[in-house]
Structures are given as structure tokens and as C-alpha cells.
């Protein structure tokens, strides 16, 4: 289900129907300011990062997390993925094994993650991360959990996408934010905002003056995998958050866009949409392609059939988030 106009207003103008919602968006502050409030976190004995996010959907977490592994293998650590599974059937704890769990089962996003290190799958974290310390972890990697109390954290850092922005600025469901921002901030250590740099100078400009920690800016980066988008003819079909990012990316590319479908976030990949969707690309004379994310709950039979755009996640000036890093270790 698709998030509604209104949450993505300006501040200044929320619109009827967020003022008319907003005593519930405040009720629903004042339940997650309580539960956060009566937790009794876990200290497990190695640092514990989170990448987390105010808004509800997706705002780059993922290209986040596996940005920050590679960051803290190049520091000589062994990093453990915890993640809650979103989709996925299994409680956990469990180590993900790409060879022998699937999407269904664990996930979409924790088996992408896969791929770059070790992950577990847990809905209660704070067993994951016990988890994730007992099988030698240096560190623990927290895949969201800002507004979780059962894992203390060393370092939180809050992810946002740049073009959304805070939306409205308002809770759940007079607008997308899971806790009022000022409460976000109280308890983080860095803001990371992802997008192209127009998105960036309006994101600073709106909400530049909320922002009290250091923030960082990113953008997502294609990676050169030799394959020659330019003049391509695609059907593209994304299940992400954002899946308007995805196709913004591919027009950048060069690609011929002749169709793009919209699925909502970690949508089921069936039979019956796969079906669909090869055969409009067929009579479009058009080349299926999706995120990374999405074709990691491809059948088998269709993994050939569908290109894969892998996209990374560039910070130009990490020095702030490095040395928050090294301090964990120090």
C-alpha cells in the first residue's frame, strides 16, 4: 500500500487531512516515546551499530548497511548483520545461508545482505545480537531498530532520503514518522541523507535547522558491471520503497523506459505477476529489469531472464562517520 499524498506535504502546509489525523499521529508519539521509555536494553559485549530511520518505508538503509560492512572489514572486523526479516517466515534467531533459505523465509533484504557478510534473522534482536556475539562477531550491525528498546547501541545513525525528506513532519498516520524528529535526534549520533545533490540543497533547506547532529550526505552510485544500458528497451518493475528512485536511475542510464510498474514494498514475486509481466515486456519488445532487492525473491526459472541494476552507496566525505568508527574500537 502506497503511502498517502498528503504524508509527503511541506511542514509549513501539512493539508486537512494531516491536521484533521494529527491527535492519533500524536497519540501514536506518545505509545513510542512510553515503550522506549520502559525498555530494558540488552548490553551485548562488542559495539552495536544502528541504521535506522524516522520515516516509515524505505529511505536507503540497505545500501547503508552494506556500505558500513565493507567500511568495517576494511578495519580488520568481523561484522554480524542482525536483522528483524521483514517478510521472512522464520523468528529466528538464525544465520542466513543464501544456499538454503530463501526470501520467503527470511527475507528479501537480509538475503541480499548475504552476499557481503554474515546475517541473522531474529524478531526478537536483542537475541540476535546475543546471537551474533556468540558466534564471534566484533561487531554487531543492527538493520533498523531506531525505535527498538531491546539492544543498547554504541552508535545510531538515521537514514534519509533526501527527496522525502521528514515529509510533513508529522506521525503515523497524519503523516510518515514513526517518533517526532527532535526525538530521533536525542537518541542518535549522525544523520545520513541519500540522494542527487538537488535533492540535498532542498532536504538542507527545509529541515536543516531540525537537524542538531552531524550530517552526512550520499548518493547512490550504479555499479560498472561492462552491461551497456545506453538506448536499451526495459520493462521495469520494482517492490522497493521508492521504486520512482529505480526508474530515475535506469533513465539516467540511457535506457529506453517503455514501462514501469510499481509493486508495493517486498511485494511476493508470483507466478502469476512473473507470468504477466514477461509477457507485456515480450509484446513491448522490451528487456525485464529490477533492483537488487527484488530479484533476490526471483524464482530460479526467472533469474535469467531478468537484468539486475546493483547500485552502491558513495558518501565523498566519510571522515565524521570513519572516525565515529574507530572510536567504537579505541
Known sequence: M????FWNAPPDKPGVWSQLLSPLGALYAALTARRLAKGRPIHVRVPVICVGNVNAGGTGKTPTVIALMQMLNDLGKTVHVVSRGYGGSLEGPVQVDPRNHGAAQVGDEPLLLAAF????????????????ELAGADVVLMDDGLQNPGVAK???????????????????????LREPVAAAMARADLVLSIGPEDTQTQFARTWDKQITLPHLSG??????????????RCLAFAGIGHPEKFFRT???????????????????LTQALLTRLEKDAQTARAQLVTTEKDAVRLPQSYRMKVLTVPVRLVIPDNAVLKQALNALFD
Open 2 to 5: 502506497r503511502p498517502p499524498a
Open 117 to 132: 557478510g554474515k546475517v541473522w534473522v531474529a524478531k526478537d534482536r536483542a537475541q540476535g545480537a546475543l546471537s551474533a
Open 154 to 176: 554504541d552508535l545510531s545513525l538515521i537514514v534519509v532520503d533526501a527527496s522525502q525528506g521528514f515529509g510533513n513532519g508529522r506521525c503515523i498516520p497524519a503523516g510518515p
Open 219 to 232: 548518493y547512490l552510485l550504479p555499479l560498472q558491471t561492462g552491461m551497456d544500458w545506453e538506448g536499451l
Open 250 to 268: 535506469l533513465r539516467e542510464l540511457g535506457t529506453e523506459l517503455v514501462e514501469t510498474r510499481a509493486l508495493e514494498d517486498h511485494q511476493p
